[in-house]
């Protein structure tokens, strides 16, 4: 069964504004990670925030994590048109070596 | 560096045939798992292996099945299939010294179960 749940299902942004989605998930967690997966393609590895950290940056990408509201998000600034995706958050938690993925987040960005 | 590759790309099979999905790891990895995507849905974990043995695996059934080869590698099989069986199978190899579990993704066999 998927852990998390992404929100909102799709976004639709024009090159240049800012796009925030939002993973919540049920269970307590190890590490936190999203992903960016292109056109039904493999999954490539954005940005792992740790259960005890509460907000992560790399490059245009902004990561929070509210471990009491169960919650993240992930903020990707100036957007490109390149950045037109599907992007997932994924759990692991402690002794558990699986990970679970939410739905994704469709985001579009228009030129 | 090779990053991880999948083998084939695509593929097509009819009802109540096998199929096996091959998976080279990322160089230096000793871990790989697999993944089940739908359509319009996010990755589900099929299972895990680690020193040639499923170490873990998700809700499943029997009909999926798995190696681990001393190089690492890993193959995926799947008996008797269904038409449901039809997805992108994505392999993803890790290696989780110093408790940082990243996984890299190959770019996935798409299966179609005809």
Same mark, same amino acid.
């Given at each position: 069964s998927q852990q998390g749940e992404e929100d909102p299902q799709a976004l639709s942004i024009q090159e240049g504004e800012n796009a925030t989605m939002n993973c919540s998930y049920k269970t307590s967690i190890n590490n936190l990670q999203w992903y960016r997966q292109n056109s039904g393609r493999g999954l490539v590895h954005l940005i792992l925030i740790r259960s005890n950290e509460r907000e992560k940056h790399s490059g245009r990408l902004r990561v929070t994590l509210d471990t009491s509201k169960k919650s993240s998000s992930l903020l990707i600034t100036a957007?490109? =048109? =390149?950045?037109t995706a599907s992007y997932f958050c994924a759990t692991d938690a402690f002794y558990n070596n699986d990970m679970r993925f939410g739905a994704g987040t469709r985001l579009t960005v228009k030129p | 560096d090779a990053g991880v590759t999948q083998s084939p790309t695509h593929l097509i099979k009819t009802r109540g045939q096998q199929v096996t999905l091959r998976c080279s790891p990322k160089s230096g990895h000793d871990t790989v798992s697999w993944y089940q995507q739908a359509l319009g849905q996010g990755p589900q974990f099929i299972f895990q292996y680690y020193e040639e043995e499923e170490r873990q695996r998700g809700n499943?059934?029997?009909r999926f099945s798995g190696h681990q080869f001393p190089n690492y590698s890993s193959e995926l099989n799947v008996n008797a299939?269904?038409?449901?069986?039809s997805a992108l199978y994505l392999c993803a190899s890790s290696s989780p010294a110093g408790g940082i579990y990243t996984q890299y993704f190959g770019p996935g066999t798409r299966l179609t179960v005809l």
């Open positions: 957007s490109r =048109a =390149a950045d | 499943f059934p029997d299939l269904l038409l449901g069986d």
